[in-house]
């Protein structure tokens, strides 16, 4: 799996829009990009994932560029309980018919949103 | 549905006794993995399993042994404890299949004295 970069630590100011970005400049083109949030102690919560294209879900926005070597995580609006650690990890992708991947976490950005 | 449920959620324990921690997932996964988290660190992959029966070594496998018990279950045993172990210990499946999500379990704390 590609190595990503991630910066240690972001602050955001609540209600404002939190740009988590990342760095993936060895990605392979059968990688995906996924995206954890970690809370407190909690177990690891999985957000988004997107290959080529920008995606959206209902918790954020996965911005991917062109090139596919980096990408942001955006929380639109973001609130107290967005604070956490945020992971992106890049994974191959495997065919429907099995297979199996080895899936390894870097440490992640600590995001704190500010009242 | 529970997900992905691990046991104990805490435990502590003297150097040197064994103890194995239990995970079981609901999802009929293919995969499973064992992690552990340092204060302030990331989650480094002990052992993980691509399918029933099948088993290998992650980052930090020294120190733990491995069991899929079958395709719900995967336990990891740590046969003489140090207190290096002392960590919290994560559980997590994935359908192993395209872009599969890992689920986490709520993790298991562990001290060791």
């Known amino acids: 799996d590609a190595k990503t970069t991630q910066p240690p630590s972001m602050d955001c100011a609540e209600g404002r829009a939190a740009n988590l970005p990342c760095n993936h400049s060895?990605?392979?083109?059968?990688?995906?990009v996924y995206w954890y949030r970690q809370i407190h102690s909690q177990g690891p919560q999985y957000i988004i994932h997107?290959?080529?294209n920008n995606e959206t879900n209902e918790m954020a926005s996965l911005i991917i560029t062109e090139d596919r070597k980096s990408s942001t995580l955006i929380l639109p609006h973001a609130t107290l309980r967005d604070t956490a650690v945020y992971y992106c990890?890049?994974?191959?992708?495997?065919?429907?018919?099995?297979?199996?991947?080895?899936?390894?976490f870097g440490t992640g950005t600590k995001l704190q949103v500010i009242p | 549905n529970a997900g992905v449920t691990q046991t104990p959620k805490f435990q502590v324990l003297k150097t040197g006794q064994s103890m194995t921690l239990q995970c079981a997932q609901d999802?009929?996964?293919?995969?499973m993995y064992w992690y552990r988290q340092d204060p302030g660190m990331g989650l480094r992959l002990i052992y993980y399993?691509?399918?029933?029966?099948?088993?290998d070594k992650g980052e930090v496998p020294n120190g733990y042994n491995v069991s899929r018990l079958n395709k719900r279950e995967f336990s990891l045993r740590l046969e003489s404890a140090a207190p290096s172990q002392t960590s919290v210990y994560f559980c997590?499946?994935?359908?192993?299949?395209?872009?599969?999500?890992?689920?986490f379990g709520e993790g298991s704390r562990l001290t060791v004295l």
């Open positions: 399993s691509a399918s029933e029966g099948t088993t």
């Open positions: 997107g290959l080529k």
């Open positions: 990890i890049v994974r191959v992708s495997l065919p429907f018919s099995g297979g199996y991947q080895k899936v390894t």
């Open positions: 999802m009929n996964h293919n995969s």
């Open positions: 997590a499946s994935s359908s192993g299949r395209g872009a599969g999500e890992l689920f």
């Open positions: 060895t990605i392979s083109g059968n990688e995906y």
